[in-house]
């Protein structure tokens, strides 16, 4: 049973991060995807002092007004002319530093532990239950990502025109009146919220790879978005699967195996993929050679 | 500054536009003439796509005020069809070119709504008009710069505006597509529209518009082409990097233009 909690986590891990990555990496802003993860660390620190204890909404709270307030600073620092990337890395480091300082500062006092933030640690996730009135209800974890994962569902899937347009030609929409910044504010929301929902399991470093990796992979694979959104969550609860037997086999961690799975099926995808993959252009190339000759 | 006619597709009062602290236009305005083809010209750096952005409202103007047939532009934006520059958008975006069509549909959709049947077959009717139909399929990325630009055209005929601004439709393609374009916009001259063109080929103004607007971060000339493109104005225009060839003929003689060479 508790693999199995393992593996649901980090299959919600994976498709919440991949799913809402697809946006990140077609607007080129992969990066912010990883400032944010990075910067909610002091709005999770901050939550975790005024409630001292890991009450999983002042925390989704907090690291979602950081986020957004993460991303709102690079935007005002690239519009007052630093430089976009410049903006990115002076503003996340900034914020992760102080969240770093916060807890070591005051996290021997209470149970919040920097390595567990930035690493994380998923095969504790089914000891850690949500119980009401006595009863059981399974790992919180589960609980918290499930909610997130379907909130981004439905947010995406009822804006999906606008979430689509506003990636691909923000002039346009602009133009036709649809609140740009609103949605570009809402899916950073989105970002950091499923970021700090997953922080628990995977860490705050490997959400990254979460957020980047399974929607790159997907991206090789197809030309259409619906299927290129699809896919990501595929490959994200692929990873989950094939992360979990290549931690027990090798008795290592957990959330690192799911990371190495993820860059293999890049790796594969890179090589492979009908279209965009390297052995099919290399097969193109020598068909056209042979053709001439 | 009185309440704009009712009649006029565009009016526009003193508007002014500043990125950081250096204006790119001042005190503007302008009244453009219902269904007319109209070719915004200047030299690089103008203001022209400026002009055209702050009429939409995608860059903030300092000042001044746009109506659409005597309306403010928000109240209005269903008139309009906009053609940004094709640079503008990432063509590797994983969709097709008919879904990029259905995209001038969203702005009558509303919030809810998705593209109905019925907004796919007019779509699929848009892009055959541009000659691009059997295209329809096809990944954007592997089209040419041509063909991006015909599926644009298409997308801004999905929106069924009343006028239309288009941002240098004619830059990087290949004269068959410049001569579908053409075709095309005097087809919407025809049905009454009023198109606004961001135009950089000198030599062709007094073929392709019937009426152009003259602009180096203000506006020299406003009128039918006929009166309007003398060289005393184009002079004005571009200043001494013209030379004049003719009563009529310019030729522009900067090489980093797109344009002509001597």
């Excluded at chain 2, 209005?76 to 969709?95: A, C, H, M, N």
């Excluded at chain 2, 000659?131 to 929106?159: H, T, W």
């Excluded at chain 2, 941002?167 to 004269?175: C, I, K, L, S």
Aim: charged share 15%; aromatic share 10%; proline share 4%.
């Amino acid at each position: 049973m508790n693999s199995f909690w393992i593996i649901l986590t980090g299959s919600l891990v994976a498709a919440t991060c991949g799913f809402l990555g697809c946006f990140l990496i077609l607007r080129r802003m992969a990066m912010l995807g990883d400032a944010i993860s990075h910067a909610i660390l002091p709005g999770i620190a901050i939550a975790f002092l005024l409630t001292g204890g890991r009450d999983s909404i002042a925390m989704l709270v907090g690291a979602a007004v950081i986020g957004l307030l993460t991303v709102f600073l690079i935007q005002l620092f690239h519009q007052s002319g630093v430089k976009s990337d410049a903006a990115i890395g002076v503003t996340f480091t900034a914020l992760f530093a102080i969240g770093v300082v916060l807890i070591s500062l005051y996290g021997s006092h209470i149970d919040l532990d920097l390595d567990c933030v930035l690493y994380g640690e998923i095969a504790y996730v089914p000891w850690d239950t949500l119980v009401i009135n006595g009863a059981e209800w399974g790992p919180r974890a589960v609980w918290g990502l499930g909610i997130i994962f379907i909130i981004s569902l439905l947010v995406v899937g009822l804006f999906f025109k606008q979430f689509k347009i506003c990636t691909f030609d923000p002039a346009m929409a602009a133009a036709i009146g649809i609140p740009v910044a609103l949605f570009h504010y809402l899916l950073m929301g989105l970002v950091s919220m499923a970021t700090v929902a997953s922080f628990e399991s995977v860490g705050a470093i490997l959400v990254v790879a979460m957020m980047v990796v399974p929607s790159a992979t997907a991206y090789l694979l197809t030309d259409r978005l619906p299927v290129m959104l699809g896919l990501s969550m595929l490959i994200g609860v692929l990873c989950s699967i094939l992360g979990y037997s290549l931690a027990t086999w090798l008795d290592s961690s957990i959330a690192g195996s799911m990371t190495v799975v993820a860059g293999l099926l890049f790796l594969i995808s890179f090589l492979f993929s009908p279209r965009y993959g390297l052995v099919s252009k290399w097969q193109v190339r020598r068909q056209i050679k042979l053709e001439l000759e | 500054m009185g309440i704009a006619h009712p009649d006029l597709p565009l009016s526009i009062r003193d508007i002014t536009v500043a990125y950081q602290k250096k204006p790119v236009l001042r005190h503007v305005s302008l009244d453009i003439p219902e269904g007319r083809l109209i070719g915004i010209i200047g030299p690089n750096g103008a203001g022209k796509s400026t002009l055209i952005k702050s009429i939409q409202g995608l860059v903030p103007a300092a000042s001044g005020q746009v109506s659409i047939y005597g309306k403010p532009f928000k109240e209005q934006r269903k008139l309009i069809g906009y053609v940004p520059q094709r640079e503008s958008v990432d063509w590797d975006f994983p969709t097709d070119a008919l879904d990029v069509v259905l995209m001038g549909r969203y702005g009558k959709l509303g919030w809810f709504k998705r593209p109905s049947k019925r907004d796919k077959e007019w779509a699929m009717e848009c892009l055959s008009k541009v000659g691009m139909a059997d295209y329809s399929n096809r990944q954007i990325s592997q089209l040419s710069g041509g063909q991006q630009q015909r599926v644009f055209l298409a997308r801004a005929l999905a929106q069924e505006a009343q006028i239309y601004f288009m941002d240098e439709p004619f830059a990087g393609v290949d004269a068959a597509t410049e001569k579908a374009i053409i075709q095309l916009l005097n087809d919407l001259k025809a049905q009454k529209k009023t198109v606004l063109v961001v135009h950089h080929d000198l030599q062709t103004v007094t073929e392709y518009f019937d009426y152009i607007v003259m602009i180096n971060k203000r506006l020299i000339a406003a009128g039918p082409t006929e009166e309007v493109f003398t060289s005393d104005n184009l002079q004005k225009t571009y200043g001494g990097r013209l030379q004049f060839i003719g009563e009529h003929t310019a030729v522009h003689t900067d090489t980093n233009k797109k344009g002509a060479l001597v």
